[in-house]
C-alpha cells in the first residue's frame, strides 16, 4: 500500500467518478484504474463499485472505512512532508501559529512577515477555538499556539495541556477590562461593576457546546441571558462598534487592528486575572522563528 494509492482513492471519492478523478489527478483514467486495482488485490476486497451506464461509482464497506484511515494518514503524510522534506530547499520556509481571538498576534504576524520574507515561503495564521488551536499544536500543524488561561479554570486547563504532552508559556497577566464603543452608555460611568453590564448583552467567541472551561472571557458570562456568539475577530469588533454589546478581556487594543471606535475600560472588582500566554509540545526545539515571533508578541502586549 503506498500514499499515491491512498491517494487515488480520496480523489476518486471526492470526484465521484474515475474519469473526473483522472482529469483532477492529470493522469490516464486507465492509470487510476490499475493503481486502484492493485490496491484492491493487495488487500483482497472490492472498495467500490462502477455504474457503467451512469459513469459513477458506490463505495463498499470496506471502502468506506479504508477512505477514513487514508484520509488521516494522508494528512499526516503532508505534515511530513511540509516539515521535514521541505525543509531540504534551505530557501524555504514554513511558520505556521494558531490562535484564540487577539489583535496582538495578528499585528505581531504582520512584523514577522515583513522580517522574514523569502523567496519561498509558507506562513500561516489560524484563529480558531480554544481546543483547535491546543490540537494543531499538538499534532505540529501549527509552531506555537497562543491562547487565554483565567485563573478560574488555570488547574483544568493546565492538566488538559499536560495530557496532550503540551506546555504553557505566560506572555503577560492582564486585569479584566470591558470592551465596548466610545460612546456607550457605560462611559457615563465613573467605576464599572459586573451588575452594570446585565443590561447590555455580552458577545463573545463561539465555543465547542460542552467546552465551558476553553471560554475566551471570564467564565461567568455564561449565566448572562443576553448573549451574541460569533467565531470571526473582525464581526466581534463591529458588533461591539455598532451596537451596546460588550465583550470582556485583556483590554489590550492595537492601532491599526484594533476597530478605532472601540475603548476598553477596566473592571475594579475582584475577578480572576487573565493569563495570555504561548504554547508548544514538550521537548520541542525552539527555533529561531518561534523566538522573534514571541518577541513580537510581547512588544504589542506592552502598548
Known amino acids: ?138 499534532t505540529q500543524k501549527s509552531n506555537i499556539g497562543i491562547l487565554f488561561i483565567s485563573e478560574e479554570t488555570q488547574p483544568f486547563t493546565k492538566n488538559y495541556l499536560n495530557s496532550k504532552n503540551i506546555e504553557f508559556f505566560l506572555l503577560k497577566r492582564f486585569n479584566p477590562h470591558i470592551f465596548i464603543r466610545k460612546d456607550h452608555p457605560l462611559t457615563k460611568y465613573k467605576n464599572i461593576h459586573m451588575d452594570d453590564l446585565k443590561k447590555f448583552p455580552a458577545v463573545f467567541f463561539e465555543q465547542e457546546v460542552n467546552a465551558i472551561n476553553f471560554y475566551e472571557e471570564l467564565l461567568n458570562l455564561k449565566n448572562y441571558t443576553k448573549t451574541i456568539k460569533v467565531t470571526d475577530r473582525d464581526t466581534i469588533y463591529n458588533i461591539i462598534a455598532h451596537t451596546d454589546a460588550y465583550n470582556i478581556g485583556s483590554g489590550n487594543i492595537i492601532e491599526g487592528i484594533s476597530s478605532e471606535k472601540i475603548i476598553a475600560l477596566p473592571i475594579p472588582e475582584n475577578l480572576p486575572k487573565i493569563d495570555v500566554g504561548w504554547i508548544k509540545l514538550k521537548n520541542t526545539f525552539l527555533d529561531e522563528n518561534m523566538k522573534l515571533f514571541i518577541k513580537l508578541c510581547e512588544e504589542y502586549l506592552d502598548y
Open 1 to 138: 500500500m503506498t500514499i499515491k494509492q491512498l491517494t487515488y482513492l480520496l480523489e476518486v471519492s471526492k470526484c465521484g467518478s474515475l474519469n473526473k478523478a483522472a482529469q483532477s489527478l492529470y493522469v490516464t483514467q486507465p492509470n487510476i484504474t490499475k493503481v486502484i486495482k492493485e490496491l484492491e488485490t493487495e488487500l483482497n476486497t472490492t472498495l467500490f463499485y462502477r455504474n457503467t451506464k451512469s459513469k459513477t461509482i458506490t463505495f463498499t464497506p470496506d471502502g468506506i472505512e479504508l477512505l477514513w484511515y487514508a484520509k488521516s494518514l494522508t494528512e499526516q503524510f503532508n505534515i511530513i512532508e511540509n516539515r521535514f522534506i521541505k525543509k531540504l530547499n534551505s530557501n524555504y520556509l514554513k511558520f505556521a501559529v494558531s490562535t484564540q481571538h487577539y489583535s496582538f498576534v495578528v499585528a505581531g504576524f504582520i512584523d514577522f512577515i515583513k522580517n522574514k520574507m523569502s523567496n519561498n515561503f509558507e506562513f500561516i495564521l489560524r484563529e480558531e477555538k480554544t481546543h483547535e488551536v491546543i490540537e494543531d499544536v499538538r
